[in-house]
Nanobody
Framework: VQLQASGGGLVQAGGSLTLSCAAS????????MGWYRQAPGKQRELVAI???????NYADSVKGRFTISRDNAKDTVYLQMNGLKSEDTAVYYC???????????????WGPGTQVTVSS
């Protein structure tokens, strides 16, 4: 699986950004797609994830501000981020997870990360 993310950048506090991540050569019939982030000096944390069945989960810190969605036809996941805060500054990683059709094992595939910087 190759994951290509885009949409990161620099934005002022209160602003918005939309991240997108497209998966290619996916071995999954059904998979979860989502976003994690890692700020300097901190562990990587879940931001939001959408399951193959469409169920969404969000970190408490982003509920009401971020919205995750996916286009299954394009194997693409989006993260609409509104009301950005300085504490949202991090490298955002997309992930595509599921049981492979090839070996029936669980796999997590990570994108290279995209920087989001929120200036106060």
């Amino acid at each position: 699986v190759q994951l290509q993310a885009s949409g990161g950048g620099l934005v002022q506090a209160g602003g918005s950004l939309t991240l997108s991540c497209a998966a290619s050569r996916s071995p999954f019939s059904i998979s979860d797609m989502g976003w994690y982030r890692q700020a300097p000096g901190k562990q990587r944390e879940l931001v939001a994830i959408v399951t193959g069945g469409g169920r969404q989960n969000y970190a408490d810190s982003v509920k009401g501000r971020f919205t995750i969605s996916r286009d299954n036809a394009k194997d693409t996941v989006y993260l609409q981020m509104n009301g950005l805060k300085s504490e949202d500054t991090a490298v955002y990683y997309c992930v595509n997870s599921g049981y492979s059709d090839l070996d029936f094992q669980w796999h997590d595939y990570w994108g290279p990360g995209t920087q989001v910087t929120v200036s106060s």
